[in-house]
């Protein structure tokens, strides 16, 4: 049984920063992706970041660049997404997923990632 479980979110201001995390377990692939999305109301899911667990390659989408990094936690299986320079436009539920590892790559494709958590909301304020 796969468990994904985020944390780490809340209000913050703009140009602050904030580290999301999600604790995971059950996953027992040789290797996988794991990936971060978000959704704003009314807007359609997105993938942020993506990392091959096994690899490190990482995949981040154009408006993030620069400003968020994922990372993975092998001693307690935790998966990170950092999110520094916060921006109104950032404000969303953040969703943690994993995924097999397709043809060689972790794409930000909702369509890869079968295991969700329940998703933590960050909040930007001005």
């Known amino acids: 049984q796969v468990q994904l479980v985020e944390s780490g979110g809340g209000s913050v201001q703009v140009g602050g920063s904030l580290r999301l995390s999600c604790a995971a377990s059950?996953?027992?692939?040789?290797?996988?992706?794991m990936g971060w999305f978000r959704q704003a109301p009314g807007k359609q899911r997105e993938g942020v970041a993506s990392?091959?667990?096994?690899?490190?390659?990482?995949y981040y989408t154009d408006s993030v660049k620069g400003r968020f990094t994922i990372s993975q936690d092998n001693a307690n299986n935790t998966l990170y997404l950092l999110i520094n320079s916060l921006k109104p436009e950032d404000a969303a539920m953040y969703f943690c997923?994993?995924?097999?590892?397709?043809?060689?790559?972790?794409?930000?494709?909702?369509?890869?990632?079968?295991?969700w958590g329940q998703g933590t909301q960050v909040a930007v304020s001005s």
């Open positions: 997923a994993a995924g097999l590892r397709r043809w060689s790559a972790c794409t930000l494709g909702t369509w890869q990632y079968n295991y």
């Open positions: 059950g996953l027992t692939y040789s290797s996988y992706c």
């Open positions: 990392i091959y667990i096994g690899g490190g390659s990482t």
